[in-house]
Antibody
Framework: EVQLVQSGAEVKKPGESLKISCKGS????????IAWVRQMPGKGLEWMGI????????RYSPSFQGQVAISADKSISTAYLQWSSLKASDTAMYYC?????????????WGQGTLVTVSS | QSVLTQPPSASGTPGQRVSISCSGS????????VNWYQQLPGTAPKLLIY???QRPSGVPDRFSGSRSGTSASLAISGLQSEDEADYYC????????????FGGGTKVTVL
């Protein structure tokens, strides 16, 4: 069974850095793209970017380019989403999801989500 | 403001048919397939329909999808209480080197 398990909830202060993770299991990690999706409180889904762990090919949404960094470590089947300086507006639930073979295929399955709270 | 436009809400009584529209443009729905995701309260989104009208294994056949031109729609026939959720359409957009776009989501309420 293809499964994504995300790291736990985080509470951070503005200006701090953060790296959250998404570990894949039950499939060939290097054959699936992994996307990151943001959901702000009470709002809809926003695609942030996607990475192919096989060769680290990474694409970003124009809205998130330069704001976050997406990476992957195929040796431990884990993808990451990273901020160097958090803002209060980064408070949201973040989901990872897999896309087989191509960045423009559907997302299935999704991780359970990581809640990030940024507050002074 | 989402790139894909969905109505914010839809509702129906048990057993009724509910339809949700998703309007886009030539660079997304007009040239790429549409996927639909269901998000039950407090849970992660789940793939409901892919490639316009395909149901993943385990999704009841009362969920159906279609696409025409730059619009798509999701229909739920025989509405059930457990269908109360948020529904999102999504499509790949060929502009700006390619990126995914989502609809703003439609909250379906079972009356």
């Amino acid at each position: 069974e293809v499964q994504l398990v995300q790291s736990g909830a985080e509470v951070k202060k503005p200006g701090e850095s953060l790296k959250i993770s998404c570990k894949g299991s039950g499939y060939s990690f290097t054959s699936y793209w992994i996307a990151w999706v943001r959901q702000m409180p009470g709002k809809g889904l926003e695609w942030m970017g996607i990475i192919y762990p096989g060769d680290s090919d990474t694409r970003y949404s124009p809205s998130f380019q330069g704001q976050v960094a997406i990476s992957a470590d195929k040796s431990i089947s884990t993808a990451y989403l990273q901020w160097s300086s958090l803002k209060a507006s980064d408070t949201a639930m973040y989901y990872c999801a897999t896309s087989y073979s191509s960045p423009n295929n559907w997302f299935d399955p999704w991780g359970q989500g990581t809640l990030v709270t940024v507050s002074s | 403001q989402s790139v894909l436009t969905q109505p914010p809400s839809a509702s129906g009584t048990p057993g009724q048919r509910v339809s949700i529209s998703c309007s886009g443009s030539s660079s997304n729905i007009g040239s790429n397939t549409v996927n639909w995701y269901q998000q039950l309260p407090g849970t992660a989104p789940k793939l409901l329909i892919y490639s316009n009208n395909q149901r993943p294994s385990g999704v009841p056949d009362r969920f159906s999808g279609s696409r025409s031109g730059t619009s798509a729609s999701l229909a739920i026939s025989g509405l059930q209480s457990e269908d109360e959720a948020d529904y999102y359409c999504a499509a790949w957009d060929d502009s700006l080197n390619g990126h995914w776009v989502f609809g703003g989501g439609t909250k379906v309420t079972v009356l």
